[in-house]
């Protein structure tokens, strides 16, 4: 028949189940066409231009047409002309032969049997090479077929690219999701100009080049957490006090300041990567004072949270940072000098803070320096306070203690976490991703929040959470801790070795002014 020689299995073709069956999430979307899309549009206008792809191009025209509605004889008006102007020397049938198959392939797709045929988009690509390409307006909203892009993947030489962090193509968002019920991954794409949502399985928005969700045993078995979808929230300021009403229903915290810190911190981590330097929360404390329950809850909520004990190697923690790029919640992060791999852990964290933060390894036999980039926010709970006076300059320090009110039987949060937690964090990690696709893009870091009074250095890194979110009583309380935080810098270093050689030095006025002596 005349299908079967249209779908002859060639180097340039794919077989005939590109188009049947085929997802056709886009089938409301050609329908509501009222134009065609750039690259139906140069067929027609330009016509074929590579040898052997003129029944390949009919049936494309004839499939998008029918799924955009138009009757058999309005497509056999378009495309007869269209089939008498086709270069001679392109194809081996004249001009009455090819008005034929014009019109056998219009009467077999509208047959009923063959209904199940539609446009597969990604199809298109097929028709031209590289020295006379389709047009193609590469992130058009068509380009949803799923199964359609993965036959053209196995049938041409498309690259595949594992990939979990990809942040922007072009005017598109990406993100990855897992539902470890079905466990089924995907890519949303958020288009920033009309906050339209899709789900992908590939993407090829830069063929040759086909990613693909890369979900490891990490995702698998929950030690990186992933949003499942993006959800839909109320506003703002109600996804907040969602936020933080999450964290105080299974963590107490007495501090209204620092319920404000944890509670910013969490937003700020779902937009970190458009900023350059950030802090860490550090929870200080003995055991049993609440530090596993604090990245437990908070952690929980974060941008792609990762799951990391002080136990774990050097290797492994940077090899995990630099593929999700997500928020390191480590716990038991006490670590020494002393130790060779505790160094190294130290030297991550040190370089952590920033955007660009990255370590460097020497690998294989070859002796290439790898460099992995190790920038992220970090929650860490340790029981010793850090040796380290440049990673401690850059935490948060909560000091927790034993709750009071276990023996005044006033605790309303619960001693273990209830069945229900997971699924009430899935829940707002959905919705904190729709709040990361709507606010990525105009993200970043606001100078005029400077807070007067205080170092440099408590500057930089809370002046990043404040740029998150506008809201008054949050930044009168962030002030406060960060006046605090001020403080504790500066007990520290007067506690400090150095600080008493100063202080002494000070007592017997051998420092005649000389300011030198403070630095």
């Known amino acids: 028949s005349c299908f079967n020689e249209i779908y002859k299995i060639t180097k340039r073709s794919v077989d005939e189940s590109s188009f049947r069956g085929s997802e056709i999430e886009n089938l409301s979307l050609i329908k509501g066409l009222r134009n065609p899309p750039e690259c139906i549009q140069d067929i027609l206008d330009n016509n074929i231009r590579v040898k052997g792809t003129r029944d390949r191009a009919t049936m494309a025209l004839v499939t998008f047409f029918k799924d955009m509605g138009k009757t058999k004889i309005e497509i056999l008006k378009l495309l007869i002309p269209w089939a008498a102007k086709m270069p001679s020397d392109l194809t081996g049938a004249d001009d009455k032969k090819r008005v034929e198959e014009v019109s056998s392939t219009v009467n077999y797709i509208f047959s009923e049997e063959n209904s199940s045929y539609h446009f597969a988009c990604p199809f298109i690509l097929s028709l031209g090479d590289k020295k006379f390409p389709i047009k193609c307006k590469q992130r058009c909203q068509l380009r949803i077929n799923k199964e ?3 036959k053209i993947a196995s049938a041409t030489s498309g690259v595949i690219i594992p990939t979990t962090y990809l ?6 968002l990406m993100e990855l999701v897992y539902d470890p019920i079905t466990k089924v991954s995907s890519f949303v794409l958020y288009k920033q100009d009309s906050g339209e949502i899709s789900y992908f399985d590939k993407i090829d928005f830069e063929y040759p080049k086909i990613y693909v969700p890369d979900i490891d045993v990490n995702v698998i078995k929950g030690a990186v957490l992933l949003p499942t979808k993006a959800e839909d929230y109320f506003d703002d300021e109600t996804l907040y006090e969602e936020v933080k009403a999450f964290i105080s229903k299974y963590y107490h915290e007495p501090s209204s300041y620092y319920m404000t810190l944890y509670t910013l911190y969490v937003f700020f981590t779902w937009v970190y990567d458009k900023f350059r ?4 929360l550090q929870f200080l404390g003995r ?6 329950r604090a990245l437990e809850t908070i952690g929980q909520i974060c941008y792609r949270p990762m799951k990391l004990i002080g136990a774990d190697s050097p290797a492994s923690m940077f090899r995990m940072l630099d593929k999700y790029r997500g928020t390191a919640l480590i716990d038991e992060a006490t670590f020494s000098s002393k130790s060779d791999s505790d160094s190294d852990i130290v030297q991550i964290l040190n370089a952590g803070y920033k955007i660009d933060g990255s370590i460097g390894r020497v690998e294989g036999e070859k002796h290439i320096v790898v460099r992995y980039m190790v920038g992220s926010p970090k929650l860490l709970a340790t029981r010793n306070d850090f040796s380290d006076d440049g990673l401690r300059s850059r935490c948060y320090v909560k000091r927790t203690g034993r709750d009071n ?3 005044e039987g006033e605790r309303s949060q619960p001693i273990a976490l209830p ?3 997971e699924a009430r964090a899935i829940l707002l990690r959905n919705k904190l991703l729709m709040w990361r696709l709507r606010h990525w893009k105009n993200a970043k870091i606001d100078l005029t929040l400077e807070i007067k009074g205080v170092e440099s250095r408590v500057n930089e890194i809370i002046i990043p959470i404040l740029s998150v979110m506008n809201i008054k009583t949050v930044r009168q309380d962030i ?3 960060a006046r ?5 810098l500066k007990q520290h270093r007067e506690s400090s070795l150095e600080g008493e050689i100063l202080k002494a030095v000070k007592e017997i006025g051998f420092d005649n002014g000389d300011s030198s002596f403070a630095d």
């Open 419 to 421: 069945d229900d937690f």
């Open 287 to 292: 055991a049993g004072g609440g530090k596993t």
């Open 148 to 150: 359609a892009r993965n």
């Open 277 to 280: 330097s950030w802090c860490y």
């Open 479 to 481: 002030e406060a801790l």
């Open 484 to 488: 605090e935080q001020q403080e504790d």
């Open 405 to 407: 009110r276990i023996k």
């Open 167 to 172: 942040p922007e193509i072009g005017e598109f």
